[in-house]
Structures are given as structure tokens and as C-alpha cells.
């Protein structure tokens, strides 16, 4: 193909949902080194009521409908996770195959388990037919892959991993005093086992040293619940962050704690880490492939609040461990999770499978997936395109093109 990839990217509205997925997605669509594809981003879903949520799809829906039946992309890229999300996205995956257009589904969904155990047998062959329809899956790991072909063992799997940019230098002050935990707020996250650890050791830990919660969630359940422990004076609820304002906070950070119950590979994780930023989290899911427990990081299993309140005091005490984890953390999410490295992976898993559908490879996506799939035509009669490469945003964002 003498020009880029022309990818139509579908994902939640950037202006005003947050959460890891978005941030996968925005990573995306501000990275300026894309060589081999043009990215189009499209929001389908938004916060608000049902019915918001119904109309803004509809919306997107149609837009989506023209434009792939006017041919103007060559590959769709959808941005997946469970409930509302896996639903919409199984209608543009089905649109997809329809009309000959290769798909991608991209899985961020820490909740997808149990979306998935409460579904009935024939709910569950509806997600069986959907990923198996895909012309790839793209996971965050081994063992989510594993988890995937459980339900659909024909899938055409990848794993990808998140990923993200790393600072030029390590920033990670000897002086930061905040523990702080990043993300939506509540049981799923960890959030009150967090408090439990802090209140266990409020009278050992040294005083200046302060909790900070940023994000959404259950607010006022955790305010409440910190004052029952007697650690509200420790407590700086910060809401969601971002810019300069999460720079500031980022900076006066000591250690990093996501305690979850269900997670995929978790956003937070890797930017705190690839600062510098020692991790205390659980050993669930992904996570156990970027903290190695006692080298990277620290792991507990869920709910384990004595092994977090002792981490938290044996980081908090002793500078010469902190400074080694903070170091090897950040060597590895620069070696094994860059964007530069995840985007030149994702170039390549377009190109074998544009080249695949256009019928220009003899081995197609058989060599890139786990299962063959038939292969399709996309469609070849659209206008010339910016050889230039990068990324444009729909008006949905209110992002600028990049």
C-alpha cells in the first residue's frame, strides 16, 4: 500500500469520560510518531442517563455507517470492555464483517468476568459468535488471552500490552511524602482496604506523610469511612486529576497503591512506574507481568490488608529501597511497555491484516492470529489520503488533529 492505513478508531468520548481505556486511547491520538497509519478517532458512548448514552451512539452509529460505506477506511480499531460497552461495539463489529472491512477489538474490560458469568447460555454464545467474528483480538496478556479462549477457542488472538511514555529523566524525589492512588474509587479498586492499612499503622507512620485519592467513585463512602478510622486528617481527596495539576501531585509522590479486586492491565500502574514511582498492587489479572514481586514492585493478594499496611510502613522507612525499586520499575516498563514499541507492534498487526483482506498475502492473518479466519476485501475505491501519517480526531472529542 503506497500510503498510510487509513484506521477508524471507536472508543468513549475523551472530553468527558474518564478511565483507563480513554487514556489508552488518547495515548494514541497525541503520539506523533506514526508511521504507517492515520488514525480517525470516533466516540461512540458518553457519560449520562440511558437514554444520552442511546442517542449519543445513534449518532455516532450513523456517522460510522457512511463512512464505511463510502470506503473511506481500511481497517475499524474498537476500543472494548463489558456491559454497554461489548454491546455496542458487537454491532460495528458485525457492520464490519458485513461489509467486508476488517475489524479489531481492542479488550480493556476489568470487569468482563462477571459481566460474563451472569449471562446465559445463549447470551454466551452471542459473545462467542462476536469474538470469534473479529478479525483479531488484541488483549493485554497471557492471561487474559487464556481467559478469552475460554469463550471462544476459534478467536484470533494477540496480546498487546498497554502502554506508555516515560519522562527522558527519572523523576522521583527522596523528599515526596504522598501515598496516593490513582483511579475510580470504591471496592473494586481497593479503596477501603487501603484505608483499613492506613488507619493499622496511623501511629507509626510518620506524620507529614499524607494519603491522596484521585478520582471518582464512592466519594463520600470513603470520606465517611476515613472518619470512622480516625484518619481524615491524612486524607486529601483529590478528584480527578490531570495536566499540570497531576504533574504537581506526581512529583510529591512516594509510592503508588492500587490494592484492586478485578483489573486489566492497569494505566496507572505503568505511568507511575515508568516515572520512577514505587508500586504496591495486587496479584491479579496482568499484573503480575510488569511487578515482580520484591523486584519492580510489591505484590499482595486482594484483601490482604496486613501485608499492605506492613509494604506501606517498609517503603515509607527506607529510602535505599525505595530509590532501587523505583529504578528497576522504570527500566522495565521503558524496555517492555513504550508506546514507541506498542504502536510499531500495532502498525504491524494493521498492515498483515489490511494486506490480508486486499488478498496480497499468501499466509494472512493465519501467521498473526491464533486461528485463520476467511479472508475479505476491503473496499478500494477512495479517495487519495495525507501520506503524511498520524492522527485526526472526530468532533465528538473536541480534540484538535494531532
Known amino acids: 500500500m503506497g500510503r498510510p492505513m487509513r484506521v477508524l478508531m471507536c472508543g468513549s468520548d475523551i472530553g468527558h469520560v474518564q478511565g483507563g481505556m480513554v487514556a489508552v486511547a488518547q495515548n494514541y491520538l497525541q503520539y506523533d510518531g506514526w508511521k504507517k497509519a492515520e488514525i480517525t478517532y470516533l466516540a461512540t458512548h458518553t457519560e449520562g442517563s440511558r437514554g444520552r448514552k442511546a442517542f449519543f451512539f445513534a449518532g455516532a452509529g450513523l456517522k460510522f455507517v457512511f463512512w464505511i460505506l463510502c470506503g473511506r477506511y481500511d481497517l475499524v480499531h474498537l476500543h472494548v470492555s463489558e456491559r454497554g460497552s461489548f454491546y455496542r461495539k458487537a454491532l460495528l463489529t458485525q457492520l464490519c464483517r458485513r461489509l467486508h472491512v476488517p475489524v479489531v477489538l481492542h479488550h480493556h474490560g476489568a470487569e468482563f468476568e462477571d459481566f460474563y458469568a451472569k449471562m446465559s447460555a445463549r447470551q454466551k454464545g452471542y459473545v462467542k459468535r462476536i469474538l470469534e467474528a473479529a478479525d483479531c483480538n488484541l488483549v493485554l496478556s497471557e492471561f487474559l488471552r487464556d481467559q478469552l479462549l475460554k469463550k471462544a477457542p476459534a478467536a484470533k488472538t494477540i496480546v498487546l500490552h498497554n502502554a506508555v511514555e516515560t519522562p527522558a529523566e527519572r523523576d522521583y524525589r527522596p523528599t515526596a511524602r504522598r501515598i496516593v492512588m490513582l483511579g475510580r ?12 492499612a492506613v488507619a493499622a499503622i496511623d501511629k507509626e507512620l510518620p506524620e507529614d506523610i499524607k494519603l491522596w485519592m484521585c478520582g471518582d467513585g464512592d466519594v463520600e463512602k470513603i470520606r465517611r469511612r476515613a472518619c470512622q478510622l480516625g484518619i481524615s486528617g491524612r486524607l486529601t481527596y483529590a478528584g480527578w486529576i490531570s495536566g499540570e495539576e497531576k504533574e504537581q501531585c506526581l512529583a510529591e ?22 516515572r520512577g514511582i514505587p508500586n504496591i498492587s495486587t496479584r491479579i489479572a496482568s499484573i503480575p507481568e510488569v511487578i515482580r514481586d520484591g523486584e519492580t514492585g510489591f505484590l499482595l493478594n486482594p484483601g490482604d490488608v496486613e501485608r499492605l499496611a506492613r509494604l506501606l510502613l517498609l517503603l515509607a522507612g527506607d529510602w535505599g529501597l525505595r530509590d532501587r525499586i523505583s529504578r ?6 521503558m524496555e517492555d511497555f513504550s ?6 507492534e500495532l502498525e504491524e498487526i494493521y498492515e498483515r491484516l489490511v494486506t490480508d483482506a486486499l488478498g496480497r498475502s499468501p499466509t494472512g492473518a493465519d501467521t498473526l492470529c491464533s486461528e485463520k479466519d476467511t479472508p475479505v476485501a476491503v473496499h478500494k475505491d477512495v479517495p487519495p489520503a495525507d501520506t503524511s501519517g498520524g492522527a485526526v480526531c472526530d468532533e465528538h472529542t473536541g480534540q484538535q488533529p494531532v
Open 185 to 196: 474509587q470504591g471496592w473494586r479498586k481497593g479503596s477501603f482496604d487501603l484505608l483499613e
Open 339 to 344: 508506546l514507541k514499541k506498542n504502536i510499531a
Open 328 to 333: 528497576e520499575g522504570r527500566q522495565v516498563v
Open 253 to 274: 509522590t512516594m509510592i503508588h497503591v492500587l490494592p484492586s479486586y478485578r483489573e486489566g492491565l492497569p494505566m496507572s500502574i505503568l505511568e507511575t512506574m515508568g
